[in-house]
């Protein structure tokens, strides 16, 4: 499963971008994350989607900002992120993988298939 990722670029604070996630193949028997990755950071899993429910997963730093969704016909996953700030700076990759989060998002060595990744810049 190849994926790609688009739509990342420069942002004010208090912006927003939505940010696309597209499979090669059907992404309808994945879930997918979104992480991100700033200089010096560990890489973050910042939002999750299931494949089996549409259940969805945040972490506290986007929680209330960030809205992943998905469009399986177009084997698309999104991420419209709102009320950004420069805390929000960083490479944003999407990950896909059989697995079903349980509570919160498995971190980075649990998921099989990734991006090459997006830059976000949120900088007035």
């Known amino acids: 499963l190849k994926l790609v990722e688009s739509g990342g670029g420069l942002a004010q604070p208090g912006g927003s971008l939505r940010l696309s996630c597209t499979a090669s193949?059907?992404?309808?028997?994945?879930?997918v994350a979104w992480f991100r990755q700033a200089p010096g950071k560990d890489r973050e899993g910042v939002a999750a989607?299931?494949?089996?429910?549409?259940?969805?997963y945040y972490s506290d730093s986007v929680k209330g900002r960030f809205t992943i969704s998905r469009d399986d016909a177009k084997s698309t996953v999104y991420l419209q992120m709102n009320s950004l700030t420069p805390e929000d700076t960083g490479v944003y990759s999407c990950a896909a993988d059989v697995l079903v989060p349980l509570y919160t998002i498995p971190g980075p060595a649990d998921w099989q298939h990734w991006g090459q990744g997006t830059q976000v810049t949120v900088s007035s």
């Open positions: 989607i299931s494949y089996t429910d549409g259940s969805t």
């Open positions: 193949g059907t992404i309808g028997y994945f879930t």
